[in-house]
Protein backbone atom coordinates (compact mmCIF):
# COMPACT_ATOMS: atom_id res chain seq x y z
CA UNK A 1 0.00 0.00 0.00
CA UNK A 2 1.24 3.53 -0.79
CA UNK A 3 2.77 5.82 1.97
CA UNK A 4 3.83 3.31 4.78
CA UNK A 5 7.46 3.21 4.77
CA UNK A 6 9.67 2.87 7.40
CA UNK A 7 11.67 6.02 8.47
CA UNK A 8 15.33 6.39 9.34
CA UNK A 9 15.62 7.54 12.82
CA UNK A 10 16.84 10.70 12.48
CA UNK A 11 14.30 12.98 10.49
CA UNK A 12 15.38 14.77 7.21
CA UNK A 13 15.25 18.33 7.56
CA UNK A 14 12.25 20.39 7.27
CA UNK A 15 11.45 21.69 3.77
CA UNK A 16 11.90 25.52 3.26
CA UNK A 17 8.82 27.81 1.71
CA UNK A 18 6.36 25.30 0.02
CA UNK A 19 5.48 25.88 -3.79
CA UNK A 20 2.87 23.83 -5.76
CA UNK A 21 4.23 21.44 -7.79
CA UNK A 22 2.66 22.77 -11.07
CA UNK A 23 4.68 26.64 -10.25
CA UNK A 24 7.97 24.53 -9.09
CA UNK A 25 7.94 22.36 -12.55
CA UNK A 26 7.74 25.95 -14.26
CA UNK A 27 10.77 27.00 -12.26
CA UNK A 28 13.11 24.55 -13.08
CA UNK A 29 14.89 23.83 -16.78
CA UNK A 30 14.74 19.68 -16.20
CA UNK A 31 12.33 17.31 -16.04
CA UNK A 32 10.70 16.63 -12.49
CA UNK A 33 9.86 13.15 -11.45
CA UNK A 34 7.71 11.91 -8.60
CA UNK A 35 7.79 8.36 -7.40
CA UNK A 36 4.06 6.49 -7.70
CA UNK A 37 4.85 4.73 -4.07
CA UNK A 38 4.78 7.75 -2.01
CA UNK A 39 1.93 9.88 -4.67
CA UNK A 40 1.81 13.59 -4.88
CA UNK A 41 4.31 15.41 -2.62
CA UNK A 42 2.98 17.12 0.71
CA UNK A 43 5.99 19.39 0.55
CA UNK A 44 7.79 21.33 -2.98
CA UNK A 45 10.69 23.70 -2.83
CA UNK A 46 13.23 25.23 -5.59
CA UNK A 47 16.22 26.58 -4.88
CA UNK A 48 17.48 30.16 -5.69
CA UNK A 49 19.17 28.78 -8.37
CA UNK A 50 16.46 26.53 -9.88
CA UNK A 51 19.04 24.00 -9.78
CA UNK A 52 17.44 21.36 -6.97
CA UNK A 53 13.72 20.80 -6.30
CA UNK A 54 12.74 18.94 -3.57
CA UNK A 55 9.86 16.96 -2.63
CA UNK A 56 8.37 16.38 0.69
CA UNK A 57 6.29 13.69 2.55
CA UNK A 58 4.73 13.81 6.11
CA UNK A 59 3.85 9.98 6.28
CA UNK A 60 2.57 8.33 9.74
CA UNK A 61 6.05 7.40 10.20
CA UNK A 62 8.49 10.37 9.55
CA UNK A 63 9.13 12.62 6.74
CA UNK A 64 10.56 11.40 3.41
CA UNK A 65 12.32 13.96 1.46
CA UNK A 66 13.35 13.72 -2.09
CA UNK A 67 16.30 15.74 -3.81
CA UNK A 68 16.67 16.25 -7.68
CA UNK A 69 19.31 18.06 -8.90
CA UNK A 70 20.18 19.56 -12.43
CA UNK A 71 23.25 17.42 -14.05
CA UNK A 72 24.55 20.68 -15.62
CA UNK A 73 27.54 22.52 -14.67
CA UNK A 74 28.05 25.02 -11.76
CA UNK A 75 27.36 25.21 -8.13
CA UNK A 76 25.80 21.76 -6.50
CA UNK A 77 26.34 19.31 -3.70
CA UNK A 78 28.40 16.56 -2.89
CA UNK A 79 28.63 13.65 -0.09
CA UNK A 80 31.41 13.06 2.82
CA UNK A 81 30.83 9.45 3.31
CA UNK A 82 33.57 7.64 5.34
CA UNK A 83 31.74 4.43 5.10
CA UNK A 84 31.48 1.84 2.03
CA UNK A 85 28.19 2.51 0.07
CA UNK A 86 26.65 -0.18 -1.12
CA UNK A 87 26.14 -0.08 -5.07
CA UNK A 88 22.36 -1.16 -5.93
CA UNK A 89 21.49 -1.83 -9.56
CA UNK A 90 17.51 -1.43 -10.27
CA UNK A 91 15.49 -3.07 -12.25
CA UNK A 92 15.62 -1.01 -15.32
CA UNK A 93 19.38 -1.74 -15.05
CA UNK A 94 20.17 1.83 -13.20
CA UNK A 95 22.76 2.09 -10.78
CA UNK A 96 22.43 3.51 -7.55
CA UNK A 97 24.37 3.93 -4.17
CA UNK A 98 23.03 3.50 -0.50
CA UNK A 99 24.40 4.97 2.37
CA UNK A 100 23.36 3.13 5.24
CA UNK A 101 24.74 5.65 7.69
CA UNK A 102 24.97 9.46 9.19
CA UNK A 103 27.38 11.38 6.55
CA UNK A 104 27.66 14.91 6.02
CA UNK A 105 26.52 17.01 3.02
CA UNK A 106 28.27 19.93 1.99
CA UNK A 107 27.35 22.41 -0.82
CA UNK A 108 29.27 24.16 -3.35
CA UNK A 109 28.24 27.97 -3.57
CA UNK A 110 28.59 29.93 -6.85
CA UNK A 111 32.45 30.45 -6.58
CA UNK A 112 33.24 26.54 -6.01
CA UNK A 113 33.70 26.74 -2.27
CA UNK A 114 32.57 24.24 -0.19
CA UNK A 115 29.93 25.12 2.63
CA UNK A 116 28.94 22.56 5.17
CA UNK A 117 25.23 22.76 5.57
CA UNK A 118 24.81 21.95 9.33
CA UNK A 119 21.12 21.41 8.99
CA UNK A 120 22.03 18.37 6.17
CA UNK A 121 23.71 15.61 8.62
CA UNK A 122 22.09 12.98 6.70
CA UNK A 123 21.22 9.22 7.50
CA UNK A 124 19.95 6.23 5.23
CA UNK A 125 20.37 7.83 1.45
CA UNK A 126 19.66 6.39 -1.82
CA UNK A 127 21.27 8.03 -4.80
CA UNK A 128 20.64 7.57 -8.58
CA UNK A 129 21.08 9.03 -11.42
CA UNK A 130 18.23 9.93 -14.22
CA UNK A 131 19.33 11.30 -17.38
CA UNK A 132 21.08 14.44 -16.26
CA UNK A 133 19.11 14.95 -13.01
CA UNK A 134 20.45 12.90 -9.40
CA UNK A 135 18.09 12.12 -7.36
CA UNK A 136 18.65 11.81 -3.41
CA UNK A 137 16.12 9.94 -1.71
CA UNK A 138 15.87 10.57 2.02
CA UNK A 139 14.19 9.21 5.53
CA UNK A 140 14.08 5.40 4.73
CA UNK A 141 15.80 3.54 6.50
CA UNK A 142 15.28 0.20 4.37
CA UNK A 143 17.28 -0.39 1.32
CA UNK A 144 14.50 -2.30 0.17
CA UNK A 145 12.07 0.30 0.67
CA UNK A 146 14.46 2.87 -1.03
CA UNK A 147 14.52 0.96 -4.08
CA UNK A 148 10.70 0.20 -4.62
CA UNK A 149 10.38 3.97 -4.34
CA UNK A 150 12.95 4.84 -6.81
CA UNK A 151 11.40 2.07 -9.19
CA UNK A 152 8.39 3.53 -9.12
CA UNK A 153 9.91 7.07 -10.26
CA UNK A 154 7.79 8.49 -13.64
Known amino acids: SQRTWSPRPATPPPIGRD ?9 IDFAAVVPEELGPPDHVEVSEDRRRL ?6 AEGRVRLDEFDGTPGPGFFK ?32 GREVPDTRRPSGPTL ?5 DVTLRLEGL ?3 GAAVRV ?4 R
Open 127 to 131: VWPRG
Open 19 to 27: LTWDRARRL
Open 54 to 59: TLGWDL
Open 80 to 111: KYHGRPEQVTMADGTWALWLPSSHEVTVLDAY
Open 150 to 153: AESV
Open 141 to 143: ADL
